[in-house]
């Protein structure tokens, strides 16, 4: 158990809808990441947060939002979803923002659009 | 941009073989390596990682890596493998704030 929470475990949800990814960070972590696991893309970066603020972004799509708040929990939010966006969301956290730190990942989010 | 390259999508061995994993990594200065396991169904869990230093790196569960700057290389090997090591591993590489991560190699351990 790495300490990272994420919920819900699964979610099936239709083309166009929207959902939120939840993200809980281990306990003293300030920085949380999310990637996007799928079988054509592999593991791909999408954005990072530190202490609330934006701090890295990868191949994130307009699309999708995410949030840092005061307690340190990380939205991860889906909109307007395409049958492409079927992957697995994980959230790792650090206790850095910067720095190879070593990121601890949640046991991810399986999204399915049909 | 800093890359990783897995070299094999699967690799079969039988129980107590040796087994190596390979990772070629695009050269830089400055290069901090990780090795991450994905058991099924699981998030990634990280098995040892290279920062600086002695370049034979131990982790977890027996497995072991070799950063060679030379060849650009950071391979993973573990001497003896169980059918319990058979999973998804992922070389990444640090890279301004975030890990860039390899398209992963497949362990199967037969008995």
């Known amino acids: 158990d790495s300490g990272v929470t994420q919920t819900p475990k699964h979610l099936i949800t239709a083309t166009g809808q929207r959902v939120t990814l939840r993200c809980s960070p281990r306990s003293g972590d300030l920085s949380v990441y999310w990637y996007q696991q799928s079988l054509d893309q592999g593991l791909q970066f999408l954005i990072q947060?530190?202490?609330?603020?934006?701090?890295a972004k990868g191949n994130i799509l307009e699309r999708f939002s995410a949030q840092q708040f005061p307690d340190l929990h990380s939205e991860l939010n889906l909109s307007s979803l395409e049958l492409g966006d079927s992957a697995l969301y994980f959230c790792?956290?650090?206790?850095?923002?910067?720095?190879?730190?070593?990121?601890?990942f949640g046991p991810g989010t399986r999204l399915t659009v049909t | 941009a800093q890359s990783v390259t897995q070299l094999d999508s699967q690799v079969p061995v039988f129980e107590e073989a040796p087994v190596e994993l390979r990772c070629n990594y695009s050269s830089s200065v400055s290069v901090y390596l990780f090795w991450y396991v994905q058991y099924p169904n699981q998030g990634l869990q990280l098995l040892l990682k290279y920062l600086s230093g002695s370049t034979l790196v131990k982790g977890i569960n027996g497995f072991e890596a070799e950063f060679n700057k030379s060849q650009t290389s950071f391979h993973l090997r573990k001497p003896s493998v169980h059918i319990s090591d058979t999973a998804e591993y992922f070389c990444a590489v640090y890279n301004t704030d975030k890990l860039i991560f390899g398209t992963g190699t497949r362990l199967q351990v037969f008995p």
């Open positions: 947060y530190y202490n609330g603020e934006e701090r």
């Open positions: 790792a956290s650090s206790v850095s923002g910067t720095g190879p730190y070593e990121q601890y």
